[in-house]
């Protein structure tokens, strides 16, 4: 059995920035308005999330981490109108299996906050009482200890690079679609990225990527959906020509971070196209698509891509896609 958890909790947690991520949506889905994520040695080490959110309930602690625990949702009538970004209670008992574990929590009720260890199934193993304010603090330490291939894959310089920039992307989309939100980010003891509450979408959006490099593209709705995009402005990056995916590019999905291949084909051939004379044929770049990318599925996608090109063809003013 210890076999078993261990492969499928290696197959929901597969990367520092999948462990931050899982444990800033619980801090958003506990009303959290400000969040500090620290690591160290690149996360491998240590990544600690902190919020300031509703905290967990004592009769809830125990459950806490047992795989499949959620209180987000009680019944499956609650899954048709899911308003947190939780709802599987897979990510903190699966993080248990992987890493060592602890939480630190204090309710408005509670007089003092408690730190808990966990254990391997996500068990509590010890308490004691903590000084920390209102709100949760996670602390994975010596991720994939047990996956030593796993561990020796993500600690070369290169990938340690590449996953810390891909923590500061994953910190900047939610500061985009979060504007109230307080964020910092620190490595190594070193304020790496942060961010201020500020008013508006508008304002958040120049807090995080900076008055010329981006523009807020698409607000659009289609039956409940809601499709924001973030994507350079025309002709604000002319040395991207030679890479087929633009930086700074952010879509989200019911405010929702996502990845989605066919939406970015679309972006990057209109992107592309704004430089050339003859339009690129999506099909033929590369999207550069990474597994700890969130992916979704959407129901009506040709209406939805269909939308997408249109306002992409007026943004940027090229022809609208033959293959989208
Ligand atoms: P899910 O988010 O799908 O419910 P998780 O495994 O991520 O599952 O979390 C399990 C439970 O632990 C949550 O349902 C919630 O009750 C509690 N929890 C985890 N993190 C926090 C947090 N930062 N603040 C408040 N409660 C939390
Ligand atoms: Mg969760």
Redesign the pocket.
């Known amino acids: 059995p210890d076999t078993v958890r261990l492969l499928s909790s290696s197959q929901v947690i597969t990367s520092v920035v999948n462990v931050v991520k899982?444990?800033m949506?619980?801090?958003l889905?506990?009303g959290?308005s400000s969040i500090d994520v620290k690591l160290e040695n690149y996360g491998l080490d240590r990544i600690e999330?902190r919020?300031n959110?509703?905290?967990?309930?004592a009769v809830?602690t125990p459950?806490?981490?047992?795989?499949h625990?959620?209180?987000?949702?009680c019944s499956h009538e609650d899954m048709e109108h899911l308003e947190?970004?939780?709802?599987?209670?897979?990510?903190?008992?699966?993080?248990c299996a992987v890493a060592e574990v602890a939480?630190t929590?204090k309710t408005e009720d509670d007089d003092i906050s408690t730190q808990y260890t966990l254990n391997f199934t996500g068990d509590i193993l010890s308490q004691k009482p903590s000084h920390l304010g209102q709100?949760?603090?996670?602390s994975v330490l010596k991720l994939f200890k047990n996956l030593p291939v796993r561990r020796q894959y993500y600690s070369s310089t290169k990938k340690c690079k590449e996953e810390l920039k891909k923590v500061q992307e994953l910190l900047m989309a939610y500061a985009i679609i979060k504007p109230d939100l307080r964020l910092t980010l620190v490595h190594n003891k070193v304020v790496v990225w942060q961010k201020a509450k500020v008013a508006d979408h508008r304002s958040a959006l120049l807090a995080t990527l900076g008055p010329s490099a981006v523009a807020n593209l698409t607000f659009h709705c289609l039956q409940s959906l809601f499709i924001d995009g973030f994507f350079p402005k025309p002709g604000a990056d002319h040395s991207s020509t030679s890479s087929s995916t633009p930086d700074k590019t952010f879509i989200f999905v019911n405010n929702r971070p996502v990845q989605h291949k066919d939406i970015m084909k679309l972006l990057c051939h209109h992107y592309i196209a704004q430089y050339l004379d003859d339009p690129v044929s999506p099909s033929s770049l590369d999207v550069n698509l990474t597994p700890d990318k969130t992916q979704v599925l959407l129901l009506n996608k040709e209406a939805v891509l269909a939308a997408v090109d249109a306002l992409l063809v007026s943004f940027y003013g090229c022809q609208p896609s033959s293959d989208p």
């Open positions: 899982e444990l949506e619980n801090s889905d506990a959290a999330v919020d959110g509703h905290g967990i309930k809830d459950v806490m981490a047992v795989r625990f959620t209180s987000k949702i947190t970004y939780g709802f599987r209670g897979e990510a903190l008992g699966s993080i939480v929590t709100g949760t603090t996670v």
